[in-house]
């Protein structure tokens, strides 16, 4: 099946929002004929909307948010909905991602319920699941990848799915510049994909992107995108800069 490749760039923390409107500009015309990828800038939540205005006009580029609190509105100090990110112009968000599961101590429930409300609120999801150095050394890569798949994911429709792209991110891969071997990454995106045919069936499991993300570069992006399974990006470092970021995308 032919799957869509999608190639988000994870800006973290970075990039205020006076200086996304440098990298706005400077990046639309690098990728202004770029119609076989698609491409998603994920600000942090105070910089989506200068990044949505200066997008305007360029119909190719989307945005998404990096994280979401998983009720509707209320007392929740410093917490962000899904439907300010959709009112901003997001289509997407990332969530799961390992830096939230780590250091703001997520769970799958917790990221179940994000994914949710993102779908409920017509916000598409980049659900990321991935296992640490350590977990990989105890031969526990497998298990872990399944845990984060079948509980962020569970109780979704096959419809849901269409909604949902998953991103393989091997922590210890994630900022060090070393990056999965394509091998490496195939291999445990072939693991997801049949987890996904159990999960689902077998049409929802093959419609299913998996990105890979982990010390993604314009050096490594071909022969990670040459890998049967693997369906485009999550960038993070090499998304900060637009000709390098440009370079990914257009990696064709
Ligand atoms: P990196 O980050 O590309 O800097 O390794 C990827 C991510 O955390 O999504």
């Given at each position: 099946m032919k799957r869509t490749p999608v190639i988000a760039a994870n800006?973290?923390?970075?990039?205020?929002p006076s200086e996304s409107e440098g990298f706005v500009k400077a990046f639309i015309p690098l990728v202004k004929d770029n119609r076989e990828v698609e491409i998603v800038l994920c600000p942090s939540s105070p910089t989506i909307e200068r990044v949505t205005r200066s997008l305007k006009?360029?119909?190719n580029i989307k945005t998404g948010g990096q994280n979401i609190y998983?009720?509707?509105?209320?007392?929740?100090?410093g917490e962000t909905s899904a439907s300010m990110l959709k009112d901003l112009g997001c289509s997407y968000v990332i969530l799961g991602h390992s830096e939230r599961r780590e250091?703001?101590?997520?769970?799958n429930d917790m990221v179940n319920k994000k994914v949710k409300k993102a779908l409920q609120t017509g916000l598409s999801c980049i659900v990321c699941v991935g296992e640490k150095l350590s977990e990989r050394q105890n031969g526990r890569t497998e298990s872990v990848v399944k845990d984060h798949v079948t509980n962020s994911l569970a109780n979704f429709s096959k419809d849901d799915m269409k909604n949902i792209v998953i991103a393989y991110e091997p922590v210890w891969a994630i900022g060090t510049g070393v990056n999965a071997t394509p091998e490496q990454a195939e291999e445990v995106h072939v693991f997801i994909r049949g987890l996904l045919k159990d999960m689902f069936d077998e049409e929802t499991a093959e419609a299913t992107r998996i990105q890979y993300g982990g010390s993604v570069k314009p050096e490594n992006i071909k022969e990670l995108m040459a890998q049967k399974n693997i369906d485009g990006a999550l960038v993070g470092g090499a998304s900060l800069k637009p000709d390098s970021f440009a370079k990914i995308v257009n990696y064709q």
């Open positions: 800006w973290k923390m970075n990039i205020t006009d360029a119909q998983f009720e509707v509105n209320g007392a929740f100090t250091i703001f101590h997520e769970t």
